[in-house]
């Protein structure tokens, strides 16, 4: 069994900077690849990051531009998601799972939540005009 927690969410203004991270326990995730996901009311999760097993390879959501970024702690079993430059459009819960796979070889494949077996519960992040 795995836990996932995400902490690190909360309110900000536009333009702002949250850094979300993931803890791990009940086994260790440096052998697996790790993504993140959110959901706004009312609408679909949705794909925002991975980070491969070695956090050699990272796969972002056209809507990220360049404005997040994926990383991982594997000593400490840990993984974070930086996001600047924040906007009212980026208000959602944020999810951090853990993937079957060490990496994935695309994109489309790491945005494909079926790759995924354990999630956490989820941080609110919201975002003031």
């Known amino acids: 069994q795995v836990q996932l927690v995400e902490s690190g969410g909360g309110l900000v203004q536009a333009g702002g900077s949250l850094r979300l991270s993931c803890a791990a326990s009940g086994r260790t995730l440096s052998e697996y690849a790790m993504g993140w996901f959110r959901q706004a009311p009312g609408k679909e999760r949705e794909f925002v990051a991975g980070?491969?097993?070695?956090?050699?390879?990272?796969y972002y959501a056209d809507f990220v531009k360049g404005r997040f970024t994926a990383s991982r702690a594997n000593a400490e079993n840990l993984v974070f998601l930086q996001m600047n430059n924040l906007t009212p459009e980026d208000t959602a819960i944020y999810y951090c799972a853990k993937s079957g796979l060490k990496s994935h070889s695309s994109r489309h494949s790491a945005s494909d939540y079926r790759f995924y077996d354990y999630w956490g519960q989820g941080t609110q992040v919201t975002v003031s005009t």
């Open positions: 980070v491969s097993a070695a956090g050699d390879k990272e």
